[in-house]
Structure formats: structure tokens, C-alpha cells
């Protein structure tokens, strides 16, 4: 899939695979079943986004199963949590300079917010909106 690029194909596969580390902060400080179940649904919501992104799934079916799933277990947080965590993959793409994903990530991005009415954040809206 990323033969004639710069990207490191080996490198892409780590990190389609690689534990995101939410649940692990959680359990470090201590925190409680609440936020251990925030964590997990986090985990797999990233998990699954970074996946479709760099080729490993063909759909985004898995993406909008953990979005309902969080949206489910708390729906305010995960309108929240939702657009940050998109946000995060972005700016790995971008640290990394692996620019040939960034199609398939504004794809992904743009059909996640829309198919959920999600408003993607910029740092100073998280501060000002902030409830």
C-alpha cells in the first residue's frame, strides 16, 4: 500500500497496533470504574480510527460501533473525547509526516463528525467550552 512513499511500512503497522496507553494513565492514578470505562472506550475508539486509516480495515464500520458504544455509556463526554482523539491521530500524522494518510484522514474525520453532529475542537474552544 505504501510502496513509491517515504512511509516505513513497518512503522505504520506498529502504529495501527499499538495500545493508545489511556487505561494504563487511569489505573497509574488511581482512578476510579468511571473513568477506567472512559479510558476503554477511548482505547477502542482510537484504536479502530487508526486502523482504517492507514489500510488495515476497509470500512468504517468498526469507527461508528465505538462511537455509539461510547456515545451509549456517556453521551456528553463522548461528544468530547470523540473530536479530541480524532484531533490526536492528526497531529500524529502530521509529527510523523506521514502526509499519504492524510486523505483517508480528513475522509474518516469529516464522516465521523457528520454522521454524529461532532464539532471538532481547536485548543482555545476546549478551554473556553469547557463545562
Known amino acids: 500500500m505504501f510502496n513509491g512513499t517515504t512511509i516505513n511500512p513497518k ?5 495501527a ?11 497509574e492514578v488511581n482512578g476510579d470504574e468511571l473513568h477506567r ?9 482510537e484504536h479502530h480510527l487508526r486502523r482504517y486509516i492507514v489500510g488495515k480495515t476497509k470500512t468504517l464500520h468498526r469507527v461508528f460501533s465505538e462511537v455509539r458504544q ?3 455509556f456517556d453521551e ?20 510523523n509526516e506521514w502526509y499519504e494518510l492524510m486523505p483517508c484522514y480528513e475522509q474518516a ?6 454522521k454524529f453532529e461532532l464539532k ?3 485548543p482555545i474552544s476546549i478551554i ?4
Open 120 to 122: 471538532s475542537f481547536t
Open 70 to 72: 461510547f456515545r451509549a
Open 11 to 15: 512503522v505504520i503497522e506498529s502504529y
Open 37 to 45: 470505562k472512559e479510558a476503554n472506550h477511548a482505547h477502542y475508539f
Open 17 to 27: 497496533s499499538e495500545d493508545p496507553g489511556f487505561l494504563e494513565c487511569v489505573i
Open 109 to 114: 474525520k469529516q464522516k465521523v463528525l457528520s
Open 128 to 131: 473556553t467550552n469547557w463545562q
Open 76 to 95: 456528553d463526554r463522548a461528544d468530547i473525547f470523540i473530536p479530541i482523539l480524532i484531533d490526536r491521530v492528526e497531529e500524529t500524522i502530521w509529527l
